[in-house]
């Protein structure tokens, strides 16, 4: 069973940055899609933030110009670089791979902004 770990959330005031990580426990070249989605209370889960096996990158319109979605196929990681963060960024971050018909969820880390 394929298992991700997110870490790197945390609380931080508008305007700052933080950069979230991905660590995947196979090597992450076998995913066709990695992603990032966020969940804020009482709201569906939204796509931030994906990239695929060959580099391609696309954002929500939301974050456009402000996050940035990597991956190190070394570390097995894929990172989402968040900069000048604002309120309604304020949501549980998770990380989400697929392979084939199989899809995968990490547990989830949070980001608070504060105004």
């Known amino acids: 069973q394929v298992q991700l770990v997110e870490s790197g959330g945390g609380l931080v005031q508008a305007g700052g940055s933080l950069r979230l990580s991905c660590v995947a426990s196979e090597n992450i070249i076998s995913f066709n899609f990695m992603g990032w989605y966020r969940q804020a209370p009482g709201k569906q889960r939204d796509l931030v933030a994906t990239?695929?096996?060959?580099?391609?990158?696309n954002y929500a319109d939301s974050v456009k110009g402000r996050f940035t979605i990597s991956r190190d196929n070394a570390k097995r990681t894929v990172y989402l670089q968040m900069n000048d963060l604002k309120p309604e960024d304020t949501a549980a971050y998770y990380c989400?791979?697929?392979?084939?018909?199989?899809?995968?969820w990490g547990q989830g880390t949070q980001v608070t902004v504060s105004s």
């Open positions: 990239i695929i096996s060959g580099g391609n990158t």
């Open positions: 989400y791979a697929q392979r084939s018909f199989n899809s995968y």
